[in-house]
């Protein structure tokens, strides 16, 4: 049987139907009461997703779509060193989107909560020409721990975790803009899923919290990219930074298939990992490295200079200047 | 000069110009930092507004768009109890929308913010060919003291605030449905006014609050309408009402301008005046209507029979059922 349209269910129908995705209660009054811990601060941050821009069926099944705002979001709230409370969702679909759609979205969003905590709390649901998923996600965190970007100073190592440019890599191997053949299958699949499925760092965020640091961290998410995300902290802070071009996180495999220039400008500038980049105190750094398995590197250090350099060693302090291309929407 | 298109100044330089307008620090982070005041709930709402469905440039500037959709907003926590910390703000919008445009908006959502508290916490901005403005608003609330919908007990007064059908009334005179010149100047202003600047009932929310009540109170604001918010409350209450056409706040001149039929139905069904509609203890609603001022009325009791009835006299046990038709927006 073919799935109803979102219009056939018209939107009570639609309502009804999305109730077993929410936390209980949530779609019953005209707001939803939601209880933080004691002394924790609320944490917010809201993305728009909109289709043909941020996702598209071509490139990513409705689930993953779920799935992928759900977690560009709790990435936000890793990036505060925040721990999730949930989300709500506010939805704009053509009147002909099937139901089927709506509910794989729903389900990935789900799964993303269930791995990660929270749940969803409700939300909205109109017409409107094409497909925008406006996702706010709440968190809570103690406020003496919390990361933000302006607190780096000269003298940190800045640390990064997980590889970077793997979901530029599975977007151009879904956009076939890479032959998939140049590639075994365990990495293909690796790379899709991290465009597909990326995972918010609230592991790493955890270990933070349980090491011996003084707080507050500086740092945030490399969602638009682990150069912006270098130069955001480093504007913010008013420092620079020298990234060793040999440290960096490039994923395994990635210059062998699409060379090393290509490498290396997806790794700084590919976006959408989902990891975190942080500047810490150097023996920090190391045993934060270390305590995270290897899922980490040191890949620089925080500068007094405000320059950002991309150098070859330690000791050149010429190098190159980094340059963000960054994402704009418009 | 004229404005320039947000394409034109890019994202970067769109979220520049939008800061002036956030809270301090709002636009520095992947998200921000709020803070409950201690032993208070956080209450959460989201809506999303689509041009062409929800507003359009030919009724409503886009300094009103603004406005309405904070209210809208505020309202929803108001209808919980809630005091408004603030809102985030997820806009999509066309390439070529101009700059002004978005002041308009963002100003007139502060404006309502300055009137009513809170600030604007951010949020995300990004293409789209449709405008689509995502609010999610954060209130908080004693957990002691909340609105819900399910709580309506038999035997208790049915208390609206304020006049209804005159939201609708105000869109029919942009629209020239009906005739300008059949109202005087300032009863047309008034109901104009409403459309575009509806006013969360916030004093009747604080005047509860005051009130020596026994929590929870039932109610809901009626932005579906006033019938929608009485069905709404019943249902999830498993009660019934008795409505008193007699006394329905149907707007002053309202039934001269447009005759008694409709101004019946636009009181009923029109939506968007954003009042409260509450259940209290009869002697409880008759305070609280002397205490707002007579900026409220005692339009029926909550039964326990569950049909929902429109009657001409509180002896009269048969009467008419009363059905909403709701807003679908599909």
Redo the contacts between chains.
């Keep these: 049987m073919p799935s109803p349209t ?2 056939s ?4 129908g ?1 309502i009804e139907r999305l109730k077993p995705y929410c936390a209980v209660g949530a779609l ?9 811990s004691p002394g924790r ?10 289709e043909d ?2 996702f598209s069926d071509r490139t990513t099944p409705p689930r993953s779509v779920g799935w992928r705002s759900a977690a560009a979001n709790l ?3 890793a ?2 060193g ?1 721990a999730p409370l949930g989300i ?6 053509p ?1 002909e989107t099937p139901w089927d759609w709506v509910a794989d979205l729903y389900q990935g969003m789900q799964d993303c909560l269930e791995q990660y905590g929270g749940a969803i ?10 497909k ?1 998923v ?1 996702i ?4 809570q ?1 103690d ?1 003496q721990r ?1 990361i ?3 607190v780096a100073q000269p003298g940190q190592a800045i640390v990064v975790t997980g590889w970077h440019g793997a979901a530029r890599a599975g977007l151009a191997l879904l956009l076939e803009e890479i032959a998939a053949d140049g590639v075994s299958d365990p990495v293909r699949q690796a790379w899709i899923a991290t465009h597909q499925r990326p995972r918010p760092r609230f592991d790493a965020v955890d270990l933070l919290q349980q090491m011996d640091l003084t707080w507050p961290i500086a740092g ?2 490399s ?1 638009d990219g682990l150069a912006n995300a270098v130069m955001q902290i480093c504007r ?1 802070s008013g420092v620079g930074a020298q990234i060793m071009r040999s440290r960096l996180p490039i994923p395994p495999h990635l210059s062998d298939c699409v060379g090393p220039e290509l490498a290396l400008d997806w790794t700084l500038q590919g976006g959408e990992d989902f990891e975190l980049v942080l500047c810490l105190p150097p023996g920090a750094a190391q045993a934060f490295v270390k305590r995270l398995g290897g899922e980490a590197a040191i890949v620089g250090s925080v500068t007094s200079v405000t320059d950002i350099l991309l150098v070859e060693t330690e000791a050149d302090s010429h190098g190159q200047p980094l340059d963000s291309k ?5």
């Design positions: 979102v219009a269910l018209g939107e009570i639609l019953g009054d005209d707001a939803v009461l939601m209880q933080l601060s609320l944490v917010v941050t809201t993305d728009v997703l909109v821009v941020h990435s936000d709230l990036a505060m925040a709500t969702v506010g939805l704009a679909l009147p709390y409700g939300g909205d649901v109109c017409r409107a020409d094409q925008t406006s706010t996600a709440l968190g965190v406020p919390v933000y970007r302006h945030m998410d969602s913010r960054g994402f704009q929407h418009f």
